[in-house]
């Protein structure tokens, strides 16, 4: 099994930033994939970001050029940097973890992101 630890969340100004990080335990070996997502108040979880064992990442249109996610192998840490932060960024962030199928190993218990206008 795997677990997920996210941390980093909180209440930021529009136009500021903040990081996320997603600590892995466990069975760290059948990741092959860790992403973000986000779910607003009445809205759908959604993707936001997501990279690969070999470095290749993935970003929401909405987040392009302002949210950077990144790994820490030796730390089997997942980082998301969100710069330029905006009112509707703010969301409970959830990360997970997906094997080579594509299957998903675990989610983590989420944290809140609150951008203020």
């Known amino acids: 099994q795997v677990q997920l630890v996210e941390s980093g969340g909180g209440l930021v100004q529009a136009g500021g930033s903040l990081r996320l990080s997603c600590a892995a335990s466990g069975s760290i070996r059948s990741i092959n994939a860790m992403g973000w997502y986000r779910q607003a108040p009445g809205k759908q979880r959604e993707l936001v970001a997501t990279?690969?064992?070999?470095?290749?990442?993935n970003y929401a249109d909405s987040v392009k050029g302002r949210f950077t996610i990144s790994r820490d192998n030796g730390k089997n840490t997942v980082y998301l940097q969100m710069n330029s932060l905006k009112p509707e960024d703010t969301a409970v962030y959830y990360c997970n973890a997906n094997n080579r199928y594509a299957v998903v190993l675990s989610w983590g218990q989420g944290t809140q992101v609150t951008v203020s206008s």
């Open positions: 990279i690969t064992n070999g470095g290749p990442t």
